[in-house]
Every structure is written in structure tokens, then in C-alpha cells.
DNA sequence: TTCAAGAATGCTGCATACAGAATTTCGCAT
DNA sequence: ATGCGAAATTCTGTATGCAGCATTCTTGAA
């Protein structure tokens, strides 16, 4: 029903089930990836602020969490729609055990509701709601720009700049999936020089969060060009290392974003 | 081992098992609650920033996350324990599948490491970690504080006021534990004025996990001091509904809290 | 005595089974 | 037709079983 047709629980096959699951990812989500690769950003980062084990191992809850997160971002799961565990499960060619143990994750990320004894819900957020998550998100970036202009190398704010020019390029060519993807990842580029894992991880969460709605706001190229003014400036506080200007054209960047979606709500 | 004797698991009997898990709980978990209540600020929150439902149904694995979230808090599960999902579970009464559900959730949380197919690992905080953390929550309690000024009734500023005296009168009486719960609770009320249940949520997680360290930092009394004078300036600042000024000295709150903690991390 | 390879044990990851709550359906009376 | 109530169905919540990975223990050789 949502994902492929429904597929016999082939008893029992636990290790062949996850590598049907991952080999199936790759055909029918496309991933987050851009063309444009930001590696000195991210490699400094996990090399400093985070773990020295990149062998990712996925279990199969991982695998579950990341593709049903990717599910409600992507509005394949509308909000307000209720999951059910069965019917998932098996579209996911998954048994109940995991797949639940993943919604217990994504509710703790504040993706789905959790209602006992009725299960989940994919939540609805409220105009509220979003006002409340860019009110927050605003402080998380003036705080990230500040620390960014302090600990930010030349080379990463070079690599800054060449985003955004990649993203004015998307933006001339009235590219809108690839604009918006450039456009997200400039905000986690200035959360990732923060050299703050706490601050990126909390900034991603809640960015995740209204990444489907921010999608949506930027609907015509003419909501664009205003936001891209503003990118402009911040890259140039950046590159002077000016924390004030930089702290202040974030603040308004997020004001300024929730005039452009607040028609979608 | 942990909580109680082990005891047989009486073979599936679920909601008498609920019924034995909520019982124990009083017994032997002391709980967060203080003498004094909150009533006026918590409840404006609930009314116009929560769900309006306040029959809380808990299922077990919401009820095992309230549980070892505590004992990570209270210290009964130090920082690098590996949690045995066997033992804890027996120790806790429940089978291993709510047990395990809980811990995806706790792990979203940030309280614990998940490890494939070596389970799950108690958290331990670096240095960096710790001031990390607090560098967020100074700037989203820089954020509460201004939104406060705002927002906050004068009801609500009375009430905070009542909690800072009685904190005081802790202070005064070395009732370290006391002391500590009222000083969290006025916090968690700055954010709670807010009116932004995503700053309060994200806030309360930070919190959270610094809860411990904070806890064994305010070892001494003259620790306690500054802190006082700090939280008169807060009150002060919301009294006069001055934002900047309680944005300042909310921020430097936080800053000061890390000399504070830093000899016990 | 030390080291290494293999056996044994223990634990996690996942699937499935079962009980009870929620919801729907259907019969019946109004 | 419509509203009500009980049976039936569906789905969630929890327990348990099984397979494979990790780790420890054991044994044999250098």
C-alpha cells in the first residue's frame, strides 16, 4: 500500500531480510545527497566534535528510523496519518518489533505522536508550532553564527561561499528540489563550524522537523530571491568574521522565513 | 541487583504488571517532586501551549523511560555502564521488548549510546560534552528569558518570586537537595513562560542531561552563593519585565555555572 | 610461559505468539 | 431511517523463542 506491494513474511530470515531492505532503499527513496559535496565542513567536525568510529554498522531499526523519517519529510506519510505498525511493517518488509522500536525514536524526535493503545500518528504541527520551532531555530543559528566566526577555518568558509554560489547557480536555473537541498545544507554548514555537537545536533532535529514545510513555502522562485539576499550577507559577515552582523542577519533570515511560509500552514 | 530482588517473570500477565511496576515505583523511586508547587505557571503552559488531555495513560515503556532516565539521573547507573537488557528487565519486572523500546527512546535523548549488537551504554560526558550543553542552554534560556518579559503574567512573575525565596530559605538551611530542585524548577519556569513548547521540550532535554553534573557541582554552600545573587538579578530583571538585562544575566548565569561544575566532570 | 585458534557461553536483534483495548459492524428496537 | 448496544474484528502492547554476533574460556603449540 505505500511503499511496494505487500510481500510474504518469508519466515524467520533475519539477515537476508535486511539486505532485501537496504538493496530496496536505493530504488525507491532517493536520499538527501547533492551533487555538491561539502567534505572539509563535515570531515572537520566529525574529526573534532564527534566519534572516531565511522564504520556505521546499520541495525535494522536504524535502517527503519531513517527510511520512515525520510517517509514524513517527503510527505509520503501526511501528517495527521496514523501509522499502522501491521500494514508498515509490511509494505517495509519488516516484522513489528523493530519497526516499533524506531517509531519509540522518532517520537522522541518529535516527528510522530504516540497515542497508547492507538499507536502513531504522523504529527500535524500547528502555525504555533512552527512559529515556536523557527523562534528557536533563529537562537540556535545566531548562537551557531558567533561561534562559527570564531572557530570556522578559511578553507571551510571558502568551501561556504562556493555553496552558495552553487545554490545562486540553482537558483538562476529555477532549480527549486536542488535550490532548497543547497539551501538546508548552508544552514547545517554554519551549525557544523560551530565546532558544537550538542548545537548541531539539536539545530538538525528541530530543521528536520520543518524541513517539509520550509519545502513547500518556497513554492515560487520570487520567495527565493529575498532569502538569497540574506545568504548573501551571511557568507560576507563570515568571511569578515563579524559575529554581530553575522548573529543578526540569521535572526532575520528566520523571521523573514516564516513570513515566506506562513501561507502553507 | 539494581532496583529490587530479581523475581520470576509469572508468565504474562500484562496489566498486572503495569498495576506492580506504577506501585514499586512510589516505593522506591523518590520522584522530582518538591513541597512547593508550581501550579500557576505549569498549568498556563499546559492550557495554551500542550495537548489538552491530561489523562495520562502510561504504558510500560513510557514507564520504564520515566524509570531509568532516573536512575541514570540519580546516578544508579553511572556514565559507561553497559545496560544489560536481560538483567535490568528483571530487575525492572518487564520483558526485554518495552525495556528495549525504551531505550531507542532514551538514545534519542542523548542519555545513552546504542552500539549494534553490543547494546546499549550509559552515556559519559567529556568536557567539551558538558560545556558544549551549556552553551546551548544559555542561549535558549536567553531566548526563554526575553520571551518571558513578554509574556509572563504577573501572576506568574509572583510565583517565581515565591519559588526564589523558598530556594533562598534551602540555602539557608544547607538543604542541598532542596536547594537543587527548587533551582531547576526555576529554570524550567523561565521556560515554561516562554509560551514556546518547543523551546521548553528542547530546553528540558538539555537539562536534563546535565542534571547529575549539575547536581555533584553545587558541592559546597559557598558554591550556592553566586548563584543566589545571579538568581536575584534574574527575578529582578523579569520583575521589571527588562529583557535585555535578563538575557544578560541569564547568559552569564550559564557561563558562571560552568566554573561552577568544571572541578567535577 | 605465552600466545593463538577454536569451542562455548552469553547477549543482542528480530520474528512471532498471545492478550486485551479500540473500533467497527451488525442486529434490533424505536 | 435512526440510534443504541453487543458481538466481532482489528490493532496495539507485551512476552517469548530463535539465530547469529561478541566475548570469554580452553586447549594446544611454540
Not at 27 to 34: F, K
Request: hydrophobic share 45%.
Amino acid at each position: 500500500m505505500l511503499l511496494s506491494p505487500a510481500r510474504r513474511p518469508a519466515a524467520h530470515r533475519p539477515r537476508a531480510r535486511i539486505a532485501a531492505a537496504k538493496g530496496r532503499r536505493k530504488s525507491t527513496a532517493p536520499g538527501i545527497s547533492t551533487g555538491h559535496r561539502v567534505t572539509i565542513i563535515e570531515n572537520n567536525v566529525r574529526q573534532r566534535a564527534e566519534e572516531p568510529a565511522p564504520i556505521t554498522r546499520r541495525t535494522l531499526h536504524d535502517e527503519i528510523v531513517t527510511r520512515v523519517r525520510d517517509m514524513i519529510i517527503e510527505g509520503r506519510l501526511a501528517p495527521g496519518t496514523r501509522i499502522h505498525e501491521g500494514q508498515l511493517g509490511q509494505a517495509l518488509g519488516v516484522s513489528r518489533t523493530p519497526l516499533r522500536e524506531a517509531l519509540k525514536f522518532l517520537a522522541s524526535e518529535g516527528l510522530i505522536d504516540l497515542v497508547p493503545s492507538r499507536g502513531a500518528v504522523v504529527r500535524r504541527f500547528t502555525e504555533k508550532d512552527v512559529r515556536d520551532m523557527l523562534e528557536v531555530l533563529a537562537a540556535l543559528e545566531a548562537l551557531a553564527g558567533r561561534l562559527a566566526c570564531i572557530h570556522a577555518t578559511d578553507e571551510e568558509i571558502a568551501e561556504l561561499r562556493a555553496l552558495h554560489e552553487a545554490m545562486i547557480a540553482q537558483y538562476a536555473a529555477r532549480n527549486r528540489l536542488e535550490y532548497f537541498k543547497l539551501n538546508q545544507r548552508i544552514h547545517s554548514a554554519f551549525a557544523l563550524m560551530s565546532r558544537n555537537a550538542v548545537l548541531v545536533a539539536t539545530h538538525d532535529n528541530i530543521q528536520a522537523r520543518l524541513k517539509r514545510i520550509r519545502f513547500l513555502g518556497n513554492e515560487t522562485p520570487e520567495k527565493w530571491q529575498s532569502s538569497i539576499a540574506e545568504h548573501e550577507e551571511m557568507v560576507a559577515a563570515l568571511e569578515r568574521r563579524d559575529a554581530d552582523a553575522l548573529a543578526d542577519v540569521l535572526a532575520r533570515h528566520m523571521h523573514n522565513a516564516w513570513e515566506r511560509i506562513r501561507s502553507v500552514i
